[in-house]
């Protein structure tokens, strides 16, 4: 499907989304700006309550009337409030780095899916983008009912026809192995290459599809188009703005990064596959991986800790294999109009 039947369908004039990065990354500003700017802005609800998922739909529209989505996390677990034994790794390297912290972390309840979906169309949301699961089929014709856009997240060819048949999704996000983050399909499946995904891509003419992973510069841009795409999702070039919330250390992190294997995949921050720099915490070898979201509480507060410090090693450094050809980090407008010449 062609670029202008993308932008016509999210009412937007460049056929490029900001990628919907969880922990702080951006701001209802950046957002707000993105979206003005004539690309699609992205909220991220993940590890939010939904008094924050709230209070940062408002802020970004108040902001701007233009389109945005809000990404979610599909996950019908009902993890109560628990509090755990954090494990002995991260205990010792906290009591390396002299942090007086509690051996102990407490996984908070993220909201209901059922109350999540409410707030969307209560707050006439008119994008929404789905990671790690499937939605339950009353909470997709909820959102079909309020004539909200559905986009789906996928990394292999196998679920195409899945999030087709189950989503009925107006948009799929293939994300590629080279995208940093997490891998956010809803199967165990690993990443389809491009060459086979585009093959199956064309057996769905009238569906549009969107590259994310390794895109960063005008040219990445084309040659997506070229390969079918109806247009990109960007998130490792955008979050080395000045703009963005992202450390002084995580952007200098990315600059200097122009090994090929500068990045890695990595269950050892969230205990969920994402693909990142190279730091020691991405490197860490657990004896028991307690998976996500477990880990990801459980190092969160290293992780603060060094964000505040601007150490790298045990930071979230969350990128793609794109992130060889960032060097500098420009103002968050000069890089968009840099994407649209």
């Given at each position: 499907?062609?670029?202008?039947?993308?932008?016509?369908?999210?009412?937007?004039?460049?056929?490029?989304?900001?990628?919907?990065?969880?922990?702080?990354?951006?701001?209802?500003?950046?957002?707000?700006?993105?979206?003005?700017?004539?690309?699609?802005?992205?909220?991220?609800?993940?590890?939010?309550?939904?008094?924050?998922?709230?209070?940062?739909?408002?802020?970004?529209?108040?902001?701007?009337?233009?389109?945005?989505?809000?990404?979610?996390?599909?996950?019908?677990?009902?993890?109560?409030?628990?509090?755990?034994?954090?494990?002995?790794?991260?205990?010792?390297?906290?009591?390396?780095?002299?942090?007086?912290?509690?051996?102990?972390?407490?996984?908070?309840?993220?909201?209901?899916?059922?109350?999540?979906?409410?707030?969307?169309?209560?707050?006439?949301?008119?994008?929404?983008?789905?990671?790690?699961?499937?939605?339950?089929?009353?909470?997709?014709?909820?959102?079909?009912?309020?004539?909200?856009?559905?986009?789906?997240?996928?990394?292999?060819?196998?679920?195409?026809?899945?999030a087709l048949r189950t989503q009925d999704s107006d948009i799929l996000m293939?994300?590629?192995?080279?995208?940093?983050?997490?891998?956010?399909?809803?199967?165990?499946?690993?990443?389809?290459?491009?060459?086979?995904?585009?093959?199956?891509?064309?057996?769905?003419?009238?569906?549009?599809?969107?590259?994310?992973?390794?895109?960063?510069?005008?040219?990445?841009?084309?040659?997506?188009?070229?390969?079918?795409?109806?247009?990109?999702?960007?998130?490792?070039?955008?979050?080395?703005?000045?703009?963005?919330?992202?450390?002084?250390?995580?952007?200098?992190?990315?600059?200097?990064?122009?090994?090929?294997?500068?990045?890695?995949?990595?269950?050892?921050?969230?205990?969920?596959?994402?693909?990142?720099?190279?730091?020691?915490?991405?490197?860490?070898?657990?004896?028991y991986n307690m998976g996500f979201p477990h880990l990801h509480y459980a190092?969160?507060?290293?992780?603060?800790?060094?964000?505040?410090?601007?150490?790298?090693?045990?930071?979230?450094?969350?990128?793609?294999?794109?992130?060889?050809?960032?060097?500098?980090?420009?103002?968050?407008?000069?890089?968009?109009?840099?994407?649209?010449?």
């Open positions: 499907m062609p670029a202008y039947a993308l932008t016509k369908l999210l009412n937007i004039d460049h056929p490029v989304l900001q990628a919907p990065m969880a922990g702080g990354i951006t701001s209802p500003g950046f957002v707000a700006d993105v979206s003005n700017f004539g690309m699609l802005g992205s909220i991220a609800s993940g590890y939010l309550s939904l008094a924050q998922v709230d209070r940062f739909i408002d802020q970004v529209q108040a902001q701007t009337t233009a389109p945005f989505s809000v990404n979610i996390f599909v996950d019908y677990d009902d993890y109560g409030q628990v509090s755990l034994t954090k494990p002995k790794e991260i205990i010792q390297i906290e009591a390396d780095l002299g942090l007086d912290v509690d051996d102990c972390f407490i996984i908070p309840p993220p909201p209901s899916m059922r109350n999540l979906i409410a707030l969307l169309i209560d707050r006439k949301v008119p994008i929404v983008s789905t990671t790690f699961g499937l939605l339950r089929d009353e909470d997709v014709a909820a959102l079909k009912q309020a004539g909200i856009i559905l986009m789906t997240t996928i990394n292999a060819v196998d679920e195409i026809d899945d293939y994300q590629n192995a080279h995208a940093g983050g997490h891998k956010g399909g809803f199967s165990d499946d690993g990443h389809s290459d491009v060459i086979a995904f585009c093959a199956a891509m064309r057996r769905h003419p009238d569906k549009p599809f969107i590259m994310a992973g390794g895109i960063v510069t005008r040219d990445d841009i084309e040659q997506a188009l070229k390969q079918g795409f109806a247009g990109v999702q960007i998130g490792t070039a955008f979050l080395a703005t000045k703009q963005s919330a992202a450390s002084q250390a995580y952007k200098q992190s990315i600059i200097d990064a122009t090994d090929a294997h500068a990045t890695i995949s990595t269950t050892s921050i969230t205990g969920k596959s994402a693909r990142g720099l190279k730091n020691h915490l991405a490197q860490l070898a657990f004896k190092t969160a507060p290293l992780r603060k800790h060094a964000k505040a410090i601007e150490n790298p090693d045990y930071q979230s450094l969350w990128a793609g294999t794109g992130v060889t050809r960032i060097n500098e980090i420009p103002e968050l407008h000069d890089y968009m109009q840099s994407l649209v010449k």
